[in-house]
């Protein structure tokens, strides 16, 4: 392989290893070379390095601090300083060795000395990366002719998005990771919790007021409605006649100007089957509760989608949003837990979905410390990631934050076995460093990422090191 028309921009500096090295720059290349650009190493010792450069430093021996300087004096009163002891140099991070059946382990130390050539715009570096350009996800920062490609074997090991407000998750979404999903092969299922970011998108919505709920869900969802009729213990009348009316399912295809006086009554009529001394007081309640509600709040309990439907559909169609739009917090879970058991138990009995889950807003599924509800639809991300491993199931799930009060649970987090971290907020710096500072990459730089800029690292990442993409919108 010949890299002669790249131009030489330095040499590898003593102290290198197969790892890493520092590359002098040749004199003025500073003006031109910066952080992320992708060069190649024609090692003296044999072999081509693919590689990136981060972590850049100016050194200037009559410039240094602490001690006195002839020099340091003269550019106190203004004097320009000399720069005869004046170097430039980067880090560089060796990404894999180049060879004719791809990008291979670097096994070699990079000899000092060694020319550093950078790639040119008509190059294209993410070839040696995969052979494959079928599947890509936007493109290298400042290279839009860089596609760069995903092994879409890792999908269904799932998928991690996390930056701040305003950095460009929904968009990364939409135009690339959705996209990618339907092209490789899989249904995608996105669940928009506000109903801005991706149902104005899409053709095919449904209305979460659509989806039927389960039994079991529905009384949770209604006790916590009638704020459980103003007892203070589980165990009271007014509970046990709902109950005991929803189980009847005489509910189901009611109309909502029919439902609340349907329910109130049938609520009723059950407390007055118990014959209990208690049976007027109960009444009372009930019918002060459902003063206090809309039919508006009972519409939730009266869709006959069935998660069944859902799917089916899905597979029709390839993509659909759920708008969750105007639907209470419990209520969002509630349909989301009948969609994951639903998934569960179709993987229990060893059926693939063939399905990708787009999760936005996920600190609201999975927080960092998840109680009541929040604690069931965490366990069962947890297990629709542990099974669909292995039954083409992908999560997809997009965060503000990665950890702590701001970002998701960490029993979650493990399992996202492919991340895109942009801009982060300042609560997640020692998080973003556990992940990011291995690779040299310091976490102050992504306090700064302008929106739509995201590192892409781990599973269907090619490259052993993170690489800085973007995308283009439209």
């Known amino acids: 392989m010949s890299f002669e ?7 590898i500096a003593s102290e290198s290893s197969e790892t890493e090295a520092r590359v002098i720059l040749n004199y003025k290349e500073e003006l031109n070379i910066k952080t992320e650009d992708l060069v190649v190493v024609e090692n003296l010792i044999g072999g081509k390095v693919l590689a990136v450069l981060r972590g850049g430093r100016g050194l200037n021996e009559n410039l240094k601090t602490g001690g006195y300087h002839p020099a340091l004096s003269y550019a106190r009163i203004g004097g320009n300083p000399s720069k005869a002891k004046e170097s430039y140099d980067f880090r560089l991070l060796v990404i894999g060795e180049i060879t004719e059946e791809g990008l291979v ?7 000092p000395g060694s020319p550093v050539r950078l790639f040119s ?15 890509t996800l936007g493109y290298y920062e400042g290279r839009p002719n860089w596609k760069v490609p995903v092994n879409i074997d890792f999908i269904p090991y799932h998928i991690g998005v996390f930056a701040t407000t305003g950095g460009g998750k929904s968009y990364l979404a939409r135009y690339e990771i959705i996209p990618l999903l339907k092209k490789a092969g899989y249904g995608v299922l996105i669940l928009d919790w506000k109903g801005r970011d991706y149902a104005p998108y899409f053709k095919d919505v449904i209305s979460i007021a659509d989806i039927a709920l389960d039994t079991e869900s529905v009384k949770d ?14 165990t009271n009348l007014p509970r046990q006649a709902l109950e005991a009316y929803l189980e009847k ?41 459902f003063k206090k509600i809309q039919s508006r709040e009972l519409s939730f309990i009266l869709g006959i989608k069935t998660p069944e439907n859902v799917l089916e559909e899905v597979r029709e169609k390839g993509i659909v949003v759920i708008n969750m739009k105007k639907a209470s917090k419990h ?22 979905p063939n399905l990708a889950l787009v999760i936005d807003e996920g600190p609201q599924y999975c927080g960092f410390n998840p109680i009541g ?102």
Request: charged share 25%.
């Open 221 to 234: 969802y209604l006790i916590r409605l009638f704020g459980n009729f103003g007892y203070s213990t589980d």
């Open 105 to 111: 382990q670097n096994k070699k130390i990079l000899s």
């Open 249 to 289: 399912e005489e509910w189901r295809g009611l109309g909502e100007k029919d439902l609340k006086d349907s329910l109130k009554e049938g609520i009723i009529e059950e407390i007055k089957l118990l014959k209990d001394r208690r049976s007027e007081e109960a009444i009372n309640r009930v019918e002060l509760a």
């Open 331 to 352: 209520i969002k879970l509630l349909c989301f837990l009948a969609l994951g058991k639903y998934l569960m138990d179709m993987m229990y009995n060893d059926e693939d």
């Open 121 to 135: 715009e008509k190059d294209d570096p993410m070839v040696y990366l995969s052979k494959n350009k079928g599947f």
């Open 373 to 474: 509800i929040e604690k069931e639809t965490t366990d069962i991300i947890i297990d629709m990631c542990a099974l669909g491993r292995s039954h083409k199931l992908c999560i997809c799930l997009l965060s503000q934050g990665i950890a702590g009060e701001i970002g998701i649970n960490a029993a979650v987090r493990r399992n996202l076995n492919t991340q895109l971290i942009g801009k982060i907020h300042p609560l997640d710096m020692n998080e973003a460093s556990n992940w990011l500072s291995p690779y040299n990459i310091d976490p102050k730089f992504l306090l700064s990422l302008p929106p739509g800029h995201f590192y892409f690292m781990g599973s269907m990442n090619p490259s052993p090191m993170p690489l800085l993409i973007t995308f283009a919108i439209g």
């Open 5 to 11: 028309r790249q131009r030489v921009i330095g040499v």
